[in-house]
């Protein structure tokens, strides 16, 4: 920072840009179990927090950008009953076993980058975020949720060019990357992931949208031996049009991948499984100005309903994308985490199978289709009112892997009973919040905001179990920005 400060002190004209937010969320969530040995979520009250800070020195055509989250995460409260595993690859990220607000965790540079431009191409260099289209697999964590919240946010040290075709809005890139953390590696932990990026993107000023993002990625995991290779093809349309009255917006993302993989094996591909998954998002959404409207969203996500053909079909999206705030990042997220703990028990199992660690995703979709029509309602200049649900299917048989392989492969839940249907469950959702005027403090505008939201998932039967077909949630969020 004492560099950018000299920077600014002898660059002519420069222009010095503050920005930055302060989260605080609190929760509560019912309980329910996570697996059929008496481990439950035993989850009380939490205070979760997130500070984000972030500035910029522009002069002439150069910007330097600084910007990273601080004391992020959970700050005060009860840490949940799933045990913690030894596999530090395998923490569930959200931080709910072990609430530490000192821990190293809790800390995330998200931006350290110049960007400037040369003729027809700009340039960029550093750490960034990386995002894409609706957020399915390129994810910054920066854009809010209809429901719930966002955490992560997918953060890489890039080196990219973007150029334009002379008179049209037509845009392309290409891009080097090292992934410093996403859904499937960390950095820090020892996981290597390098991808090569390039995307076309038609962009005009009525706000239309069409493009196409490639990736070839090979990822090498902790202990040096077990490594990926994939390649990823997501194609994006945004289109914005006005009838009826109302402004309407349809969207969608659609995105293919193939490759290899030996992270994880099967019975019958001992060496290496082919990848061959699909998933897709869409919305299309119908507001009349400063009254609300009606958005519908869906998804669908490949699920793998073959493990011995030797290919792993299962596709998950991104875990900041939205998709309800119970059901999938509550309930399958702490099921999932709960399942990779049975698996790192030294009762059961003398280690966990190879790349088993990957079966924590923080509750992100997966493996599942989803329908949710949402209804928004602006009363006022400064509220805002949301009511919508979630509709999930299974794309593939409803199965928890340690009591599926211990009952020789028949589909089996966490309860540890078989599964008969693709039924997920139902999950209802809300939100109230309303917003303060703006003020000015020392120069920069301030903004003010209080939200409660709550959740209700009614669960399937595969997934209830006995005595739990509901689980509920709710949190009270404070926001103030600038």
């Known amino acids: 920072m004492t560099e950018l400060l000299l920077l600014l002190h002898t660059a002519h004209a420069a222009d010095l840009s503050l920005d930055g937010e302060i989260r605080e969320v609190g929760r509560m969530i019912s309980d329910f179990a996570v697996d059929a040995e008496g481990t439950t979520l035993d989850q009380g009250m939490v205070l979760e927090q997130r500070i984000r800070l972030g500035g910029a020195i522009d002069w002439d055509q150069v910007s330097v950008g600084l910007a990273g989250d ?137 706000g239309l949208k069409i493009g196409a993002y490639g990736v070839a990625r090979t990822q090498y995991e902790a202990d040096d031996v077990r490594s990926t290779s994939a390649q990823v093809l997501d194609m994006y349309a945004d289109v914005p049009f006005s009838g009826l009255g109302m402004s309407w917006r349809a969207a969608v993302e659609v995105a293919g991948i193939t490759g290899s993989t030996n992270r994880s094996m099967s019975y019958v591909a001992l060496d290496e499984l082919a990848v061959r998954s699909l998933g897709a998002t869409g919305l299309l959404e119908a507001l009349v100005p400063d009254r609300g409207g009606l958005i519908l969203l869906g998804g669908y996500a490949s699920g793998d309903g073959d493990l011995d053909d030797g290919t792993a079909h299962d596709f998950t999206f991104d875990r900041d994308f939205g998709v309800g705030q119970v059901l999938f990042p509550e309930v399958i997220g702490a099921v999932n985490a709960g399942t990779y703990a049975l698996l790192d028990d030294p009762e059961f199992s003398a280690q966990p199978p190879p790349g088993a660690e990957a079966i924590v995703t923080e509750g992100a979709f997966q493996r599942a289709a989803f329908f949710s029509p949402v209804a928004r309602f602006t009363p006022t200049s400064w509220s805002t009112l949301r009511a919508g649900a979630v509709l999930a299917w299974a794309t593939a048989p409803i199965a928890q892997p340690f009591y599926t392989t211990r009952a020789g492969g028949t589909p089996t839940s966490h309860h540890d009973l078989a599964t008969t249907g693709a039924r997920l469950g139902t999950e209802l959702c809300w939100a109230a919040a309303v917003g303060a005027a703006p003020i000015d403090v020392a120069g920069e505008t301030v903004h003010g905001s209080l939200e409660v939201q709550g959740g209700h998932a009614m669960l399937s039967e595969d997934l209830a179990g006995p005595g739990a077909e509901r689980v509920d949630l709710y949190s009270l969020t404070g926001r103030l920005s600038w």
């Open 70 to 206: 601080v004391l992020t995460g959970p700050i005060v409260g009860d840490p949940w009953g799933i045990p913690t595993p030894n596999d530090i690859l395998a923490h569930d990220q959200r931080q709910y076993d072990d609430i530490n607000p000192t821990s190293w965790e809790h800390f995330a540079l998200r931006r350290a980058a110049v960007s400037g431009t040369a003729g027809p191409v700009q340039l960029e260099g550093g750490v960034v975020t990386s995002h894409w289209g609706l957020g399915m697999l390129a994810n910054d964590g920066d854009h809010d949720r209809l429901f719930g919240q966002t955490r992560f946010g997918d953060r890489v040290l890039r080196v990219r060019a973007t150029t334009r075709l002379p008179q049209t809005p037509l845009y392309f890139s290409g891009a080097v990357d090292r992934v410093i953390e996403d859904d499937l590696a960390r950095w820090m932990d020892g996981q290597v992931a390098n991808q090569a990026i390039f995307s076309m993107l038609y962009r005009d000023d009525s």
